[in-house]
């Protein structure tokens, strides 16, 4: 079930200040407080969905394609267009904190290397 008192929901309400990278009617973007890379993003609906599961199943069509419009404003917004990689953290035994669905992006010029 939904927690309205998650940090996320906090930033979404102004509670909590945040670093905004894109902002629409539907989508937040914002730079990750523990960055785990050069450039790390969080890119998270408006809407109230715990993970992956829960905005694919419950999220009406037109939010899901406007969240993953936000996805793409957000990754041009950065110049990643060509390097970038996204990771969905789903469930706590997969590292999910925060139970408020969102994509991280991140970006590293070691990512070239790495393939
Ligand atoms: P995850 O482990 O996938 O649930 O990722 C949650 C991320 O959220 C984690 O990388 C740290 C970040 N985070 C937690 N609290 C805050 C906060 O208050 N502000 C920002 N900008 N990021 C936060």
Do not use: C
């Not at 989508?27 to 990750?32: E, G, K, Q, R, S």
């Not at 993953?68 to 904190?97: I, Y």
């Amino acid at each position: 079930m939904y927690d309205k008192n998650n940090v996320f929901a906090k930033i979404l309400r102004g509670e909590i200040p945040n670093k905004t990278v894109y902002s629409d009617d539907n989508v937040l973007a914002f730079y990750d407080v523990a960055p785990r890379a050069r450039v790390h993003v969080l890119v998270i609906p408006r809407g109230e969905y715990t993970d992956i599961f829960d905005f694919t199943k419950n999220a009406p069509a037109d939010v899901q394609l406007a969240f993953w419009n936000g996805v793409r404003n957000t990754v041009e917004k950065l110049g990643l267009r060509d390097n970038f990689r996204t990771v969905a953290n789903t469930g706590r035994g997969a590292g999910q904190s925060v139970m408020h669905f969102h994509i991280h992006i991140m970006s590293d010029e070691r990512f070239s290397e790495d393939f």
